[in-house]
């Protein structure tokens, strides 16, 4: 188990550092190391973050199969800041696929999830998603909102990369 949540972090900061090569086999190898049912909870976390590194590499069935397992997990946990991070995700892979309904469906739930949390970089991530997936769908001015929200939680945050693509999302 203490291997797995080392994996697991070295995954993620891997996965921050853009190394998806080196993250996907750590996520893979941090899964082995937890029990189900034991270990529901870093599971989920495993599978999002693998999903997630999936998703920007393109490998969109495998994002989509380890993000809705992590969906699933999260929902029995209990854990609301999981199942929202996981829905942006899930959001984000229907937007790289074109289906702006269905990401919409995903990220309005995230985002009513999100606001329930204290996490504020969580929610300005949700509100980027949906400003580009409502400009999909022709509604500029909604999306326009969302972006500059998204903005302003990241200026509050001094998170200046996420604030560096919201202000990209609402340009």
Known sequence: RTLGRALLLEARASAQLESHDQAIPRFLKALECFVPAEDDALIAATLNGLGSCYLVIGAYPEALQHLLHALNLYRELGDTTGESATLSNVGRLYLLLDDAPKALAHLEQALDLAQRTSDRRLEAEVHDN??????????????????????????????????????????
């Open 130 to 171: 949906l400003c580009n997936a409502l400009r999909m769908v022709g509604k500029n001015r909604t999306a326009g909102a969302h972006g500059l929200r998204s903005v302003e939680i990241y200026q509050e945050l001094g998170f200046h990369p996420g604030e560096a693509e919201a202000l990209s999302s609402v340009g």
